[in-house]
């Protein structure tokens, strides 16, 4: 039996209902994403829809602005072991898909689509666009976009920051080799993680990271405050283990969320946000954490051995670990991750792994830092966006290239108050 009719107004974790204009496209698209899906079963059915909806699932409701009928085209599409992507027209059942639906017309103006997956976590890869079939020309959806010209450095300042406060000083007791273990307490103290709200006694749920650059500011990926508001979670800092509170956690709710304009055009293009919190007080004994330093150079750091690190999954669609981990892995070439990802990837991305594999980042961890060292300090060159599986031989990870985006951040972070190098 189908739940009632309801609704609603805006999108949710797992429920997005978009318009197709009139001669356009809409991309529906779960590359790789690395959030870990954190939902209440719930049951969140449009007036007119019969479509049950699972917490284990992300669904699009597609509707033509002209009553036009609509196509798909899937340009990539690989599902894992257990999962299902169905799509309706006629309410009352629906196609499965294994392989993309290509150039497929249908005979009706709306469509629900459903990803569903039988793990904790979804690996699933698939980029779609959904068309109008209008007399009006169909835009072409493309994967290739022009790198930002970037040569300001973000304004920051210092103020309000005392003489020992320094960006990007790790807190290591001793000197060792990372390489997928869990991080000393507080050894980057930098490091969020985006929390659901939780019940006092419970354990936290984290279903992103983020990284802190300055008194009031956190950079994550758009990717997973995409359709949340500043009440729909929380930011944890400071924090080493969900199961209990380190000396140095603080949980802190968000003031502001600011996507990039760009999201998403195309796929998982400009993948990139900002979230603002109540201002944090470096002098205060009492506040151990710090910003990660932000880069002032435009290199590829092709190469160069960096760090990620995050509370997702130990393996695709594994589960979380209850401590933070972190593992080292080299930044490859953008023309050696186009050879396995294709034109998916841009000039705004930045790609880490290694050709054996067994060494990345998973869900749970997008939107999480990928630092790199210069000289004592650590930088932030990338933030974890994508990829398919985790760990896979050869199948680096791809993340946001923060040099692509000095300018917008700078622009977007009024009053940023960080500590010296």
């Not at 994550?220 to 140095?248: I, P, Q, R, W, Y």
Request: proline fraction near 6%; glycine fraction near 10%.
């Amino acid at each position: 039996t189908a739940p009632a009719c309801t609704t609603i107004a805006t999108a949710s974790d797992a429920y997005t209902q978009v318009s197709v204009p009139a001669g356009g496209c809409v991309s529906i698209s779960d590359i790789g994403t690395r959030r870990r899906l954190v939902v209440t079963p719930k049951a969140l059915v449009p007036c007119g829809w019969v479509f049950t909806f699972s917490a284990k699932s992300f669904m699009w409701y597609s509707q033509s602005t002209d009553g036009s009928k609509l196509s798909m085209t899937c340009s990539t599409f690989n599902l894992a072991t257990g999962e299902d992507f169905l799509v309706t027209e006629k309410l009352e059942s629906a196609n499965r898909y294994t392989t993309g639906p290509s150039n497929t017309n249908y005979a009706s103006s709306r469509l629900a689509v459903a990803f569903r997956y039988n793990q904790p976590s979804s690996s699933g890869v698939f980029n779609c666009n959904v068309c109008s079939r209008s007399s009006a020309t169909t835009a072409a959806v493309t994967t290739t976009t022009t790198k930002p010209t970037t040569t300001t450095k973000p304004a920051t300042s210092s103020t309000g920051t005392n003489s020992t406060c320094r960006c990007g000083i790790a807190n290591r007791g001793v000197s060792r080799i990372v390489g997928g273990v869990a991080t000393e307490v507080n050894e980057y103290p930098w490091q969020v993680g985006l929390i659901a709200p939780a019940q006092p006694g419970t354990q936290r749920q984290v279903f992103c990271g983020g990284t802190l650059i300055c008194d009031r500011y956190i950079i994550t990926a758009a990717h997973c405050v995409k359709g949340e508001t500043t009440s729909s979670f929380d930011v944890m800092l400071g924090a080493h283990s969900t199961l209990n509170d380190a000396a140095s956690a603080i949980i802190r709710d968000p003031v502001k969320i600011t996507m990039h304009p760009s999201y998403g055009t195309p796929s998982m293009d400009n993948d990139l946000a900002i979230i603002e919190i109540k201002p944090l007080n470096f002098s205060d004994p009492a506040v151990q954490v710090r910003p990660v330093c932000l880069p002032d150079s435009n290199t590829t750091y092709v190469g160069t051995n960096a760090t990620v690190s995050g509370w997702g999954t130990l393996t695709s669609g594994g589960n979380q670990p209850a401590v933070l981990h972190e593992v080292t892995i080299p930044v490859v070439s953008n023309a050696d991750c186009r050879a396995v990802y294709g034109a998916t990837i841009t000039s705004n991305m930045l790609c880490a792994g290694t050709a054996a594999g067994n060494k990345d980042s998973c869900q749970g961890d997008s939107g999480g830092p990928l630092i790199a060292p210069d000289g004592a300090n650590y930088e932030l060159i990338g933030v974890v966006s994508f990829g398919a599986g985790c760990g896979d031989p050869g199948v680096p990870g791809v993340y946001a290239r923060v040099t692509a985006y000095q300018d917008w951040i700078a622009k977007n972070t009024p009053g940023c108050n960080t500590c010296p190098r």
